[in-house]
């Protein structure tokens, strides 16, 4: 067949998922799709028998290239690195299941190699077979298969983790609150599990921890420390969203936009509180 404009943009949300989850960054993810795409208009008729299995693995190995040149460029970034958030308005239905954008998930992919992510996604999130998977990476079905395993190994358990209903977001907005404006952090630390996390991700732009925080103490200190420097957000200044499938917050102040994200435990209290302020990444995504 020839390469045709309906055929790849039927395919290239998928495309953009598949980027998206390799990277954890969206403009990356649209440089992948954009080259794939390019590709796709030089490619001979007698190698798209099955056009989907074609893009699929261009946009793969394209990742996996990216992924390998970024490595230098991420081991230099300053402090905890976050991916990029989803954002959606909760008035829309979620276009992605959770579990598979979930920042604890994303966050697991980091431990992975690029083939082990590679395997990883392809086979547990967007269901290819082995045969396309070994053709993809051009490794054996019994190397992919070694591969996954490795991969399911390092991120068990990452999407174990509960989504915060409006309730709970509820509860975390009167104990912020409680917070800033009477320096009262009880009502916070009642929210906390014992081994809360927190990873806050300014990039060396703006002020964040740099390190993830771990331990209910260690994140009251660093909240209590974001109360001294200044005045939180305006209410206007604060909205509602699902940021990668789990309920959040859109904030701005004089500095920039900042997106929050809240992860949950088993009984209802915050297990991860997750702070991407870095605005060099947040003003092409928050408008």
Request: aromatic share 6%; glycine share 6%.
């Given at each position: ?123 547990d999130v967007f269901e290819v077979d082995y045969p396309a998977i ?154």
């Amino acid at each position: 067949m020839t390469p045709s404009d309906e055929v790849f943009e039927g395919e290239r949300p998928r495309l953009k998922r598949l980027a998206y989850r390799m990277l954890g960054q969206l403009a990356d993810a649209e440089d992948i799709v954009q080259e794939t795409w390019l590709r796709w208009r030089r490619a001979a008729p007698e190698d798209l028998a099955d056009p989907t299995a074609w893009l699929v693995r261009v946009a793969t190995r394209l990742s996996i290239d990216q992924l390998r040149a970024e490595r230098v460029r991420r081991e230099a970034y300053r402090g905890p690195w976050l991916p990029d958030p989803l954002i959606e308005a909760l008035t829309t239905d979620p276009v992605e299941r959770a579990e598979e954008i979930s920042i604890a998930f994303l966050l697991a992919l980091e431990r992975l190699s690029p083939l082990e992510r590679a395997v990883l996604l392809l086979h547990d999130v967007f269901e290819v077979d082995y045969p396309a998977i070994a053709e993809t990476l051009d490794r054996s079905e019994a190397a992919c298969r070694q591969l996954l395993s490795r991969a399911r190994g390092h991120v068990r358990g990452a999407r174990s983790r509960y989504s915060a209903t409006p309730a709970d977001v509820s509860r975390f907005v009167t104990a912020f609150q409680a917070a800033s404006d009477r320096g009262d952090l009880s009502p916070l630390s009642e929210l906390l599990v014992e081994d809360a996390v927190l990873i806050s991700d300014g990039g060396g732009v703006r002020s964040a921890a740099l390190r993830p925080l771990i331990g209910r103490e260690d994140v009251l200190r660093l909240i209590r420390g974001i109360m001294w420097r200044g005045p939180r957000p305006a209410p206007s200044a604060v909205r509602l969203a699902r940021v990668n499938g789990g309920l959040g917050f859109v904030m701005t102040d004089a500095k920039g936009p900042m997106v929050l994200a809240l992860e949950m435990s088993e009984g209802g209290r915050i297990a991860a509180i997750y702070l991407l302020c870095n605005p060099e990444r947040l003003h092409p995504i928050v408008s």
